[in-house]
Protein backbone atom coordinates (compact mmCIF):
# COMPACT_ATOMS: atom_id res chain seq x y z
CA UNK A 1 0.00 0.00 0.00
CA UNK A 2 1.51 3.13 -1.30
CA UNK A 3 1.27 6.10 1.86
CA UNK A 4 0.71 9.52 0.50
CA UNK A 5 4.12 12.41 0.98
CA UNK A 6 2.01 15.19 2.20
CA UNK A 7 4.76 16.83 3.77
CA UNK A 8 5.01 20.20 2.27
CA UNK A 9 6.37 23.89 3.23
CA UNK A 10 4.30 26.85 4.50
CA UNK A 11 2.30 24.69 6.89
CA UNK A 12 2.66 27.28 9.44
CA UNK A 13 -0.78 26.33 11.47
CA UNK A 14 0.40 22.98 12.37
CA UNK A 15 4.56 24.67 13.43
CA UNK A 16 2.88 27.60 15.24
CA UNK A 17 0.49 24.36 17.26
CA UNK A 18 3.46 22.26 17.89
CA UNK A 19 5.73 24.61 19.29
CA UNK A 20 3.04 27.13 20.69
CA UNK A 21 3.50 30.36 18.85
CA UNK A 22 1.49 32.24 16.66
CA UNK A 23 1.10 31.65 12.91
CA UNK A 24 1.92 35.68 12.04
CA UNK A 25 5.15 35.08 14.79
CA UNK A 26 6.86 32.66 12.32
CA UNK A 27 9.44 33.61 10.12
CA UNK A 28 8.31 30.84 6.76
CA UNK A 29 11.68 30.17 4.92
CA UNK A 30 10.41 26.91 4.31
CA UNK A 31 7.59 28.24 1.48
CA UNK A 32 9.28 29.69 -1.52
CA UNK A 33 7.22 32.80 -1.82
CA UNK A 34 7.32 36.15 -2.71
CA UNK A 35 7.87 38.36 0.54
CA UNK A 36 6.46 41.02 -0.95
CA UNK A 37 2.82 39.88 -0.04
CA UNK A 38 0.43 40.36 -2.41
CA UNK A 39 0.07 43.01 -5.04
CA UNK A 40 -1.52 46.74 -3.68
CA UNK A 41 -3.57 46.66 -6.69
CA UNK A 42 -5.14 42.73 -5.78
CA UNK A 43 -5.36 43.96 -2.49
CA UNK A 44 -7.48 46.62 -3.18
CA UNK A 45 -9.33 44.28 -5.75
CA UNK A 46 -10.11 42.12 -3.25
CA UNK A 47 -11.73 44.21 -0.56
CA UNK A 48 -13.96 46.00 -3.32
CA UNK A 49 -14.96 42.23 -4.64
CA UNK A 50 -16.17 41.14 -1.38
CA UNK A 51 -19.94 41.92 -2.10
CA UNK A 52 -19.96 40.04 -5.09
CA UNK A 53 -19.26 36.73 -3.08
CA UNK A 54 -22.92 36.09 -2.64
CA UNK A 55 -22.61 34.91 -6.79
CA UNK A 56 -21.17 32.29 -8.27
CA UNK A 57 -17.62 32.48 -9.97
CA UNK A 58 -17.38 33.07 -13.15
CA UNK A 59 -17.33 29.94 -15.03
CA UNK A 60 -13.92 28.81 -16.87
CA UNK A 61 -12.24 32.03 -15.32
CA UNK A 62 -12.51 33.11 -18.88
CA UNK A 63 -11.54 37.20 -17.89
CA UNK A 64 -8.50 36.11 -16.07
CA UNK A 65 -7.86 33.81 -19.11
CA UNK A 66 -7.86 36.76 -20.96
CA UNK A 67 -6.08 38.84 -19.20
CA UNK A 68 -3.22 35.27 -18.91
CA UNK A 69 -3.22 35.56 -22.80
CA UNK A 70 -2.60 39.20 -23.38
CA UNK A 71 0.22 38.99 -20.49
CA UNK A 72 1.70 35.71 -22.19
CA UNK A 73 1.07 37.07 -25.65
CA UNK A 74 -0.77 33.56 -26.31
CA UNK A 75 -4.10 32.67 -27.77
CA UNK A 76 -7.08 32.40 -24.68
CA UNK A 77 -7.32 28.66 -26.77
CA UNK A 78 -3.85 27.48 -25.44
CA UNK A 79 -4.90 28.54 -21.70
CA UNK A 80 -7.18 27.17 -18.75
CA UNK A 81 -7.41 28.36 -15.54
CA UNK A 82 -7.43 26.16 -12.30
CA UNK A 83 -7.46 25.98 -8.25
CA UNK A 84 -4.06 25.72 -8.41
CA UNK A 85 -1.07 24.07 -10.86
CA UNK A 86 -1.96 21.41 -8.25
CA UNK A 87 -5.35 20.70 -9.98
CA UNK A 88 -4.12 20.16 -12.73
CA UNK A 89 -1.49 17.17 -11.35
CA UNK A 90 -3.93 15.43 -10.23
CA UNK A 91 -6.14 15.63 -13.18
CA UNK A 92 -3.29 14.91 -16.05
CA UNK A 93 -3.31 11.15 -15.10
CA UNK A 94 -7.25 11.21 -15.26
CA UNK A 95 -7.15 12.70 -18.80
CA UNK A 96 -4.15 10.54 -20.36
CA UNK A 97 -4.38 7.41 -18.17
CA UNK A 98 -0.53 6.64 -18.32
CA UNK A 99 0.42 3.23 -17.30
CA UNK A 100 3.79 4.55 -16.38
CA UNK A 101 5.61 7.62 -15.74
CA UNK A 102 9.40 9.10 -15.30
CA UNK A 103 9.91 11.60 -12.55
CA UNK A 104 12.69 13.72 -12.46
CA UNK A 105 13.79 13.65 -8.84
CA UNK A 106 14.19 15.14 -6.35
CA UNK A 107 10.52 16.79 -7.53
CA UNK A 108 7.46 17.73 -5.79
CA UNK A 109 5.73 14.83 -4.13
CA UNK A 110 2.02 15.84 -5.57
CA UNK A 111 3.52 14.06 -9.17
CA UNK A 112 3.74 10.57 -7.19
CA UNK A 113 0.68 11.08 -5.10
CA UNK A 114 -1.22 12.05 -7.97
CA UNK A 115 0.23 9.02 -9.97
CA UNK A 116 -0.29 6.75 -7.44
CA UNK A 117 -3.77 7.56 -6.46
CA UNK A 118 -4.31 6.87 -10.48
CA UNK A 119 -2.92 3.52 -10.15
CA UNK A 120 0.10 4.47 -12.25
CA UNK A 121 4.01 2.60 -11.91
CA UNK A 122 6.41 4.98 -11.48
CA UNK A 123 10.46 5.37 -12.64
CA UNK A 124 12.63 7.38 -10.95
CA UNK A 125 15.07 9.12 -12.56
CA UNK A 126 17.50 10.42 -9.87
CA UNK A 127 19.66 13.39 -10.85
CA UNK A 128 23.30 13.64 -9.26
CA UNK A 129 24.63 15.53 -6.09
CA UNK A 130 28.28 15.10 -8.04
CA UNK A 131 26.42 17.18 -10.96
CA UNK A 132 24.99 20.23 -8.10
CA UNK A 133 21.30 17.66 -9.57
CA UNK A 134 21.32 19.21 -12.70
CA UNK A 135 20.16 16.20 -15.37
CA UNK A 136 22.45 14.40 -17.64
CA UNK A 137 20.15 14.97 -20.79
CA UNK A 138 21.43 12.11 -22.60
CA UNK A 139 20.70 9.73 -19.52
CA UNK A 140 17.81 11.20 -19.44
CA UNK A 141 16.66 10.54 -23.04
CA UNK A 142 17.91 6.65 -22.79
CA UNK A 143 15.54 6.55 -19.44
CA UNK A 144 12.06 7.08 -21.55
CA UNK A 145 12.69 3.99 -23.35
CA UNK A 146 11.00 2.07 -20.45
CA UNK A 147 7.84 2.12 -21.50
CA UNK A 148 6.86 5.78 -19.97
CA UNK A 149 3.65 7.24 -20.93
CA UNK A 150 4.43 10.71 -18.61
CA UNK A 151 7.36 12.82 -18.57
CA UNK A 152 7.53 15.39 -15.23
CA UNK A 153 10.18 17.75 -14.99
CA UNK A 154 10.40 21.22 -12.72
CA UNK A 155 12.19 24.03 -14.58
CA UNK A 156 13.46 26.09 -11.92
CA UNK A 157 13.38 22.40 -10.09
CA UNK A 158 11.99 22.48 -6.75
CA UNK A 159 13.78 22.44 -4.29
CA UNK A 160 17.28 22.63 -6.16
CA UNK A 161 16.56 25.65 -8.28
CA UNK A 162 18.30 23.80 -10.99
CA UNK A 163 17.52 25.66 -14.62
CA UNK A 164 17.27 23.53 -17.99
CA UNK A 165 17.61 25.55 -21.38
CA UNK A 166 14.83 25.72 -23.99
CA UNK A 167 17.06 23.81 -25.53
CA UNK A 168 17.56 20.93 -23.75
CA UNK A 169 13.58 21.28 -22.69
CA UNK A 170 12.73 20.71 -26.38
CA UNK A 171 15.42 17.91 -26.97
CA UNK A 172 13.95 16.18 -24.05
CA UNK A 173 10.06 16.80 -25.86
CA UNK A 174 11.16 15.63 -29.12
CA UNK A 175 12.72 12.09 -27.18
CA UNK A 176 9.13 12.14 -25.42
CA UNK A 177 7.44 12.16 -28.52
CA UNK A 178 9.54 9.17 -30.53
CA UNK A 179 8.31 6.94 -27.85
CA UNK A 180 4.49 8.29 -27.39
CA UNK A 181 5.33 9.84 -24.43
CA UNK A 182 3.57 13.74 -22.71
CA UNK A 183 5.90 15.72 -21.00
CA UNK A 184 4.98 17.67 -18.27
CA UNK A 185 6.92 20.80 -17.48
CA UNK A 186 6.30 22.64 -14.08
CA UNK A 187 7.33 26.33 -14.22
CA UNK A 188 5.69 27.00 -10.91
CA UNK A 189 8.57 29.07 -10.20
CA UNK A 190 10.08 30.10 -13.82
CA UNK A 191 7.92 33.91 -13.28
CA UNK A 192 11.11 34.78 -11.73
CA UNK A 193 13.01 34.13 -15.29
CA UNK A 194 9.89 34.60 -17.61
CA UNK A 195 12.15 34.42 -21.10
CA UNK A 196 13.08 30.75 -19.96
CA UNK A 197 9.32 29.80 -20.58
CA UNK A 198 8.73 27.12 -22.87
CA UNK A 199 5.48 27.99 -23.00
CA UNK A 200 5.42 29.76 -26.56
CA UNK A 201 6.70 25.90 -27.42
CA UNK A 202 4.02 24.22 -25.98
CA UNK A 203 0.88 26.05 -28.15
CA UNK A 204 2.77 24.42 -31.22
CA UNK A 205 3.54 21.14 -29.76
CA UNK A 206 1.17 18.40 -29.42
CA UNK A 207 2.98 16.37 -26.96
CA UNK A 208 4.22 19.44 -23.92
CA UNK A 209 2.02 20.42 -21.54
CA UNK A 210 3.57 23.85 -19.16
CA UNK A 211 1.86 23.82 -15.64
CA UNK A 212 2.39 27.65 -14.35
CA UNK A 213 0.76 28.67 -10.43
CA UNK A 214 0.56 32.19 -9.70
CA UNK A 215 1.42 31.31 -5.41
CA UNK A 216 4.91 32.01 -5.70
CA UNK A 217 6.00 35.07 -7.89
CA UNK A 218 2.39 36.74 -7.16
CA UNK A 219 2.48 36.26 -3.49
CA UNK A 220 -0.93 34.53 -3.28
CA UNK A 221 -0.78 30.88 -2.05
CA UNK A 222 -4.08 31.07 0.36
CA UNK A 223 -6.10 31.68 -2.96
CA UNK A 224 -5.08 28.92 -5.34
CA UNK A 225 -4.62 29.90 -8.57
CA UNK A 226 -2.93 28.41 -11.42
CA UNK A 227 -3.20 27.71 -15.55
CA UNK A 228 -1.95 25.05 -17.84
CA UNK A 229 -0.53 26.37 -21.35
CA UNK A 230 -0.83 23.94 -23.86
CA UNK A 231 -2.11 23.00 -27.61
CA UNK A 232 -5.61 23.66 -27.84
CA UNK A 233 -6.73 19.93 -28.36
CA UNK A 234 -5.27 19.06 -25.33
CA UNK A 235 -6.67 21.93 -23.53
CA UNK A 236 -10.13 20.75 -24.82
CA UNK A 237 -9.58 17.37 -23.06
CA UNK A 238 -9.12 19.04 -19.77
CA UNK A 239 -12.08 21.78 -20.45
CA UNK A 240 -14.30 18.72 -20.19
CA UNK A 241 -13.08 17.94 -16.78
CA UNK A 242 -12.33 20.49 -14.50
CA UNK A 243 -15.03 21.14 -12.11
CA UNK A 244 -17.30 23.86 -12.14
CA UNK A 245 -16.19 27.18 -10.79
CA UNK A 246 -13.09 25.30 -9.86
CA UNK A 247 -11.86 29.07 -9.22
CA UNK A 248 -13.09 31.38 -6.96
CA UNK A 249 -14.30 34.86 -7.16
CA UNK A 250 -11.42 36.45 -5.47
CA UNK A 251 -8.94 34.71 -6.99
CA UNK A 252 -10.01 35.73 -10.07
CA UNK A 253 -9.79 39.31 -9.24
CA UNK A 254 -6.04 39.18 -7.16
CA UNK A 255 -4.93 37.25 -10.57
CA UNK A 256 -6.22 39.60 -12.90
CA UNK A 257 -4.84 42.82 -10.59
CA UNK A 258 -1.64 41.25 -9.80
CA UNK A 259 -0.98 40.29 -14.00
CA UNK A 260 -1.44 44.26 -14.57
CA UNK A 261 0.52 45.85 -11.96
CA UNK A 262 3.82 46.66 -13.43
CA UNK A 263 5.30 48.20 -10.85
CA UNK A 264 4.97 45.38 -8.25
CA UNK A 265 6.50 43.30 -10.84
CA UNK A 266 9.63 45.58 -11.10
CA UNK A 267 10.24 45.29 -7.49
CA UNK A 268 9.83 41.66 -7.06
CA UNK A 269 12.35 41.08 -10.11
CA UNK A 270 14.36 44.00 -8.33
CA UNK A 271 13.98 42.48 -4.65
CA UNK A 272 15.07 39.12 -5.88
CA UNK A 273 18.04 40.58 -8.16
CA UNK A 274 19.51 42.03 -5.07
CA UNK A 275 18.53 39.76 -2.28
CA UNK A 276 19.18 35.97 -4.14
CA UNK A 277 22.88 36.75 -3.62
CA UNK A 278 23.06 38.35 -0.61
CA UNK A 279 21.39 35.14 1.00
CA UNK A 280 23.85 32.90 -1.14
CA UNK A 281 26.96 34.80 -0.15
CA UNK A 282 26.38 34.28 3.30
CA UNK A 283 25.42 30.75 2.92
CA UNK A 284 28.56 30.38 1.09
CA UNK A 285 30.28 32.13 3.77
CA UNK A 286 29.75 29.28 6.76
CA UNK A 287 32.08 26.70 6.43
CA UNK A 288 30.07 23.91 7.54
CA UNK A 289 27.34 24.84 4.94
CA UNK A 290 27.37 24.01 0.60
CA UNK A 291 24.77 26.35 -0.75
CA UNK A 292 23.87 24.75 -4.12
CA UNK A 293 23.02 26.93 -7.55
CA UNK A 294 19.86 28.39 -7.87
CA UNK A 295 17.99 30.53 -10.69
CA UNK A 296 14.90 30.34 -8.48
CA UNK A 297 13.94 32.41 -5.60
CA UNK A 298 14.93 29.34 -3.28
CA UNK A 299 18.21 27.76 -2.36
CA UNK A 300 18.98 24.29 -1.44
CA UNK A 301 21.88 23.72 1.62
CA UNK A 302 24.08 20.64 2.58
CA UNK A 303 24.99 20.73 5.99
CA UNK A 304 28.36 19.45 6.23
CA UNK A 305 28.37 18.84 9.93
CA UNK A 306 27.83 15.06 10.62
CA UNK A 307 26.24 16.03 14.25
CA UNK A 308 23.60 18.42 12.95
CA UNK A 309 20.78 16.41 10.82
CA UNK A 310 18.57 19.32 8.78
CA UNK A 311 15.48 17.82 10.98
CA UNK A 312 18.40 19.21 13.70
CA UNK A 313 18.14 22.79 12.08
CA UNK A 314 14.89 23.09 11.60
CA UNK A 315 14.24 22.47 15.53
CA UNK A 316 16.73 24.83 16.68
CA UNK A 317 15.97 27.91 14.44
CA UNK A 318 12.18 27.37 15.71
CA UNK A 319 13.65 28.78 19.34
CA UNK A 320 14.21 31.94 16.69
CA UNK A 321 10.58 31.55 15.19
CA UNK A 322 12.14 30.47 11.87
CA UNK A 323 11.01 27.83 10.06
CA UNK A 324 13.28 26.35 7.43
CA UNK A 325 12.12 22.95 4.75
CA UNK A 326 13.85 19.76 5.99
CA UNK A 327 14.45 18.04 2.73
CA UNK A 328 14.09 14.12 3.70
CA UNK A 329 10.69 13.41 2.19
CA UNK A 330 12.20 14.47 -1.32
CA UNK A 331 13.20 11.54 -3.04
CA UNK A 332 17.10 11.36 -3.53
CA UNK A 333 17.88 13.47 -0.13
CA UNK A 334 19.40 12.17 2.66
CA UNK A 335 18.75 13.89 6.08
CA UNK A 336 21.31 17.13 5.10
CA UNK A 337 19.86 18.75 3.16
CA UNK A 338 17.50 21.99 3.79
CA UNK A 339 15.72 24.83 1.32
CA UNK A 340 15.21 27.96 2.54
CA UNK A 341 13.32 30.81 0.49
CA UNK A 342 15.00 34.43 -0.35
CA UNK A 343 13.41 36.81 1.61
CA UNK A 344 13.80 40.28 2.93
CA UNK A 345 17.02 41.51 3.97
CA UNK A 346 16.44 41.73 7.31
CA UNK A 347 14.53 38.10 7.62
CA UNK A 348 17.91 37.21 5.68
CA UNK A 349 20.08 38.08 8.09
CA UNK A 350 18.08 37.39 10.85
CA UNK A 351 18.24 33.61 9.51
CA UNK A 352 22.06 33.63 8.56
CA UNK A 353 22.94 35.05 12.29
CA UNK A 354 20.45 32.16 13.78
CA UNK A 355 22.39 29.40 11.72
CA UNK A 356 25.98 30.87 12.86
CA UNK A 357 25.25 30.64 16.39
CA UNK A 358 23.89 27.38 15.84
CA UNK A 359 26.85 26.09 14.71
CA UNK A 360 28.81 28.12 17.56
CA UNK A 361 26.99 26.48 20.01
CA UNK A 362 27.53 22.91 18.50
CA UNK A 363 31.52 23.31 18.17
CA UNK A 364 32.05 24.64 21.90
Known amino acids: MYFMNKTHGGNIWKIAK?????PEDIIDFSASINPLGLSPKAGKAIKDTVPLLRHYPEPGADTLRAELAFYHNLPEENIIVGNGSTE?????PRVFKPKKALIVEPAFSEYRNSLKSSGCGI???LTSEDEDFA???ERLCSAMGKGCNLVYLGNPANPTGVLLSRKDILKIAAECLGYGAMLIVDEAFVDFVEEKSVKNDAILLDNLIVLRSMTKFFGMAGLRLGYMVA???IIKRFKDVVPPWSVNTLAIVA???S???AEYIKKTREWLQYERPFLAQGMNAI???????SRANYMLVKILMDDITAKDMQKRLLKSSIFIRDCNSFTGFCNNFFRVAVKRRDENILLLDAINHIFIEAQS
Open 18 to 22: ENGLQ
Open 88 to 92: FIYLI
Open 123 to 125: EDF
Open 135 to 137: PDI
Open 231 to 233: HKE
Open 255 to 257: GIE
Open 259 to 261: LKD
Open 287 to 293: PLLKPYP
